[in-house]
């Protein structure tokens, strides 16, 4: 039985899809109501090994690997100065973090991160970038979902 609801810090885990674009909305709406700070953080994966820049990885011109980062990390730093606006639009108190998947799960590093960071709400999209929509949430949102040491919010 939880007693009191304390919502200081969210945590939007953001892909730059769409959904998650929605997420930094509500999210933004729910800080201004409930006066909490925002935390949008987005992790980006490690290199699949089967393509032609993970056997680069793999065998040699490690060059390339990290130019290669480099550059999802520059892009990701531009979309996501767009959400941190969107959320100090609503007077919102908002940082951003980019964490580069280490332990080979996204979903991992994003409940770590929550954990660390003491947060009292996650709110991810249900879908991110994936083309295969058979599933009604994606592997991201569905693991966050199970395995997070507070509430998850998954918002359409
Ligand atoms: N790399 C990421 N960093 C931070 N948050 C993410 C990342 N990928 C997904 N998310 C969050 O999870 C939500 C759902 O995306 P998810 O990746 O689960 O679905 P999908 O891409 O449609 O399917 P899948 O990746 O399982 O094939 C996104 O809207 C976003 O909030
Ligand atoms: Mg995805």
Request: hydrophobic fraction near 45%; proline fraction near 1%; charged fraction near 25%.
């Amino acid at each position: 039985m939880v007693n009191e609801v304390s919502i200081r810090k969210i945590l939007v885990a953001v892909d730059g899809s769409a959904p998650s674009e929605n997420a930094v909305g509500y999210a933004a709406r729910l800080a201004e109501v409930v006066k909490a700070e925002v935390l949008l953080m987005h992790v980006i994966e490690d290199i699949k090994m089967g393509g032609a820049i993970g056997l680069q990885a793999k065998y040699g011109n490690i060059s390339l690997v990290e130019g290669y980062n480099r550059a999802r990390k520059e892009s990701a730093l531009q979309w996501m100065a767009l959400l941190e606006a969107k959320a100090r639009d609503k007077k919102v108190k908002a940082k951003s973090e980019i964490l580069y998947d280490t332990s080979n799960s996204v979903t991992g590093t994003v409940v770590d991160y929550a954990k660390r960071n003491n947060v009292d709400l996650i709110v991810v999209g249900t879908r991110g970038h994936s083309k295969f929509k058979q599933l009604l949430v994606g592997s991201v949102a569905s693991g966050v979902s199970q395995h997070a040491h507070c509430p998850v919010l998954v918002v359409r």
